[in-house]
């Protein structure tokens, strides 16, 4: 198992509709979009003063959903859940893979452990004792009393992750073996035929492989260039090896996690439990998938053979 899993993944891909992207171009290049709504049911993920991530996180894939019928009607779109239920990790992978989608974003609300503070409050007069037997002697001393509190932290902005391309082998395992879906699984049964697999096609799933991670590396820039054009923070790009990232890792296609902001802050809790934060939201992610089309269609970002002609 191990590293055989994603090249497991890339491999489905592949021998479902790769080859049906060689012998027909004009195939559309974003044809079919996952969109994950993070935790739900069981687990609502972290927690606000109004909400919990689940929530929020499902209202605005929700929006997005709306809102990309209506902007991008030509790419079909399939949610992982549309209400306050937790598919394992496991099923959202699959489902986005037998819809062979081309693209999977998760969207999930981020959170920061609250500021700690600490402050002299007032003194009090204490008794202490020095040295021994007839020599003692008593004496008292102001000491402080401290006050501990805390404040909510004020890490604010969006961030959106792809998976790390290393160091994420022992995760992927600790996930599998926590997945109760995965044991009913066809995924074995994928691995054993990846096992009797050429060499000559494992050379193609690593050139696979490259581009998703050149596709998804373009698409997590852009929608983070969006969050900075309406004037969100930009935490930037990044790479993770956390639990929840295996969602990346377990989807043969292109796959972002949008960390949509704060909901430790509770400004950005606000805005995002808001109405008009949600669709401000779910704008921006539609102006990064139109970018994200139109390069693809034009061929600047990484193409049917994993090469980038930029
Ligand atoms: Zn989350």
New binding site residues.
Partial sequence: MRKRLIVAWVLLMIFSNGTEAQKAPQRPALRRIVIDA??GGSDQ??KGELST?ANIALNISLKLEQMLREQMPEVDIIMTRREDVYPSLYERCDIANRAKADLFISI??NSAPRTKHKEVSHYETKTFYKGKGKKKKKYTKEVPVYRYWSSPSPAMGTETYIWSAAKNESKKREMMENEDAFVDSSINQIIREFDSRSPENAAFVALKAKQFFERSQYLAFTIEDEFKKIGRVSREARQRNEK?IWVLEGTSMPSVLVETGFISNPEEEKYLYSDAGQRETSQVIINALKRYKNSLENRTIGTANGVARK
Wanted: aromatic share 0%; no cysteine.
């Fill in positions: 993070g935790h993920g972290a991530e999930h609300l929840g």
